[in-house]
Protein backbone atom coordinates (compact mmCIF):
# COMPACT_ATOMS: atom_id res chain seq x y z
CA UNK A 1 0.00 0.00 0.00
CA UNK A 2 1.41 3.40 -0.97
CA UNK A 3 1.59 5.95 1.79
CA UNK A 4 -0.90 8.11 -0.76
CA UNK A 5 -3.34 5.29 -0.19
CA UNK A 6 -2.42 5.17 3.40
CA UNK A 7 -3.64 8.89 3.73
CA UNK A 8 -6.26 8.46 1.94
CA UNK A 9 -8.33 6.11 4.11
CA UNK A 10 -6.98 7.35 7.34
CA UNK A 11 -8.69 11.13 6.33
CA UNK A 12 -11.68 9.43 5.18
CA UNK A 13 -11.55 7.70 8.37
CA UNK A 14 -10.94 11.01 10.37
CA UNK A 15 -13.86 13.02 8.02
CA UNK A 16 -16.32 9.89 9.38
CA UNK A 17 -15.27 10.39 13.05
CA UNK A 18 -15.98 14.42 12.78
CA UNK A 19 -19.47 13.72 10.80
CA UNK A 20 -20.20 11.06 14.25
CA UNK A 21 -18.92 13.60 16.60
CA UNK A 22 -21.53 15.72 15.69
CA UNK A 23 -24.55 13.26 15.22
CA UNK A 24 -27.17 12.95 18.72
CA UNK A 25 -26.26 10.07 20.88
CA UNK A 26 -26.69 7.21 21.08
CA UNK A 27 -24.74 6.46 17.85
CA UNK A 28 -25.23 2.50 16.62
CA UNK A 29 -23.57 0.57 14.00
CA UNK A 30 -25.78 -1.85 12.10
CA UNK A 31 -23.87 -5.16 10.99
CA UNK A 32 -24.78 -8.06 9.18
CA UNK A 33 -24.82 -10.61 6.04
CA UNK A 34 -24.66 -8.80 2.97
CA UNK A 35 -22.79 -11.45 0.21
CA UNK A 36 -22.70 -14.73 2.53
CA UNK A 37 -26.00 -15.58 0.18
CA UNK A 38 -24.00 -14.86 -3.26
CA UNK A 39 -25.21 -12.46 -5.52
CA UNK A 40 -28.71 -13.18 -5.90
CA UNK A 41 -28.99 -12.46 -2.15
CA UNK A 42 -26.80 -9.32 -1.92
CA UNK A 43 -29.72 -7.01 -2.35
CA UNK A 44 -32.00 -8.90 0.18
CA UNK A 45 -29.57 -8.67 2.65
CA UNK A 46 -28.92 -4.96 1.36
CA UNK A 47 -32.69 -4.51 2.40
CA UNK A 48 -32.63 -5.93 5.78
CA UNK A 49 -30.10 -3.88 6.97
CA UNK A 50 -32.03 -0.60 5.78
CA UNK A 51 -34.76 -1.64 7.49
CA UNK A 52 -33.05 -2.69 10.71
CA UNK A 53 -31.39 0.95 10.34
CA UNK A 54 -35.29 2.38 9.85
CA UNK A 55 -35.96 0.14 12.39
CA UNK A 56 -33.42 1.94 15.06
CA UNK A 57 -33.48 5.11 14.16
CA UNK A 58 -37.60 4.96 15.09
CA UNK A 59 -36.38 3.75 18.53
CA UNK A 60 -34.07 6.52 18.96
CA UNK A 61 -31.00 5.55 17.65
CA UNK A 62 -28.64 7.44 15.76
CA UNK A 63 -27.09 5.34 12.98
CA UNK A 64 -24.14 5.23 11.84
CA UNK A 65 -23.51 4.20 8.05
CA UNK A 66 -20.56 5.17 6.15
CA UNK A 67 -22.44 4.64 2.61
CA UNK A 68 -20.59 8.27 1.70
CA UNK A 69 -17.38 7.04 2.15
CA UNK A 70 -18.16 3.83 0.82
CA UNK A 71 -18.38 5.55 -2.35
CA UNK A 72 -15.11 6.84 -2.28
CA UNK A 73 -13.28 3.63 -1.27
CA UNK A 74 -15.26 1.27 -3.94
CA UNK A 75 -13.37 1.15 -7.21
CA UNK A 76 -9.86 2.23 -6.37
CA UNK A 77 -8.37 -1.42 -6.12
CA UNK A 78 -7.79 -1.52 -2.02
CA UNK A 79 -6.85 -4.31 -0.60
CA UNK A 80 -9.94 -5.42 2.09
CA UNK A 81 -7.47 -5.07 4.86
CA UNK A 82 -6.12 -2.36 4.47
CA UNK A 83 -9.27 -0.66 4.65
CA UNK A 84 -10.47 -2.41 7.79
CA UNK A 85 -6.88 -0.97 9.02
CA UNK A 86 -6.98 2.44 8.22
CA UNK A 87 -10.76 2.94 7.44
CA UNK A 88 -12.70 0.73 9.70
CA UNK A 89 -10.60 0.35 12.82
CA UNK A 90 -10.05 4.02 13.52
CA UNK A 91 -13.45 5.15 13.46
CA UNK A 92 -14.55 1.79 15.63
CA UNK A 93 -11.79 2.98 18.28
CA UNK A 94 -13.20 6.39 18.25
CA UNK A 95 -14.96 6.18 21.19
CA UNK A 96 -18.00 7.68 19.01
CA UNK A 97 -20.00 4.37 18.20
CA UNK A 98 -21.88 3.51 21.35
CA UNK A 99 -23.31 0.42 20.06
CA UNK A 100 -23.36 -1.98 17.53
CA UNK A 101 -26.39 -4.24 16.58
CA UNK A 102 -25.94 -7.19 14.30
CA UNK A 103 -28.67 -9.01 12.59
CA UNK A 104 -29.15 -12.84 12.63
CA UNK A 105 -27.01 -14.51 10.49
CA UNK A 106 -23.90 -12.75 10.88
CA UNK A 107 -21.88 -15.38 11.91
CA UNK A 108 -22.41 -16.84 8.27
CA UNK A 109 -20.18 -13.40 6.75
CA UNK A 110 -16.75 -12.99 7.39
CA UNK A 111 -17.30 -9.37 6.76
CA UNK A 112 -19.42 -9.71 9.75
CA UNK A 113 -17.16 -11.47 12.11
CA UNK A 114 -14.43 -9.43 11.98
CA UNK A 115 -16.67 -6.26 12.38
CA UNK A 116 -18.30 -7.87 15.31
CA UNK A 117 -14.22 -8.73 16.22
CA UNK A 118 -13.22 -4.96 15.88
CA UNK A 119 -16.28 -3.72 17.84
CA UNK A 120 -15.03 -6.23 20.92
CA UNK A 121 -11.33 -4.61 20.62
CA UNK A 122 -12.86 -1.61 20.78
CA UNK A 123 -15.14 -2.09 23.78
CA UNK A 124 -17.93 -1.16 21.90
CA UNK A 125 -21.48 -2.90 23.27
CA UNK A 126 -22.71 -5.61 21.08
CA UNK A 127 -26.37 -6.17 20.94
CA UNK A 128 -28.34 -9.19 18.88
CA UNK A 129 -30.79 -7.62 16.40
CA UNK A 130 -33.76 -9.44 17.53
CA UNK A 131 -35.58 -11.22 14.62
CA UNK A 132 -38.93 -9.82 16.13
CA UNK A 133 -38.22 -6.16 15.24
CA UNK A 134 -38.56 -6.62 11.56
CA UNK A 135 -42.69 -6.69 11.74
CA UNK A 136 -42.27 -3.70 14.15
CA UNK A 137 -41.90 -1.13 11.03
CA UNK A 138 -44.13 -1.59 7.92
Not at 26 to 46: H, M
Not at 119 to 128: K, N, S, V
Request: proline share 5%.
Amino acid sequence: MSDSEREFLCALAQREIDKIKQLPRPVVRVCGPLTCDGPEGYARNAERLTHAEEILVSRGATVWSFVDSEKEIVGKGFDHDNIVTYFHKPVLESGRIDAAYFLPRWELSSGARRERALCQEAGITILEFPEAWFSSLN
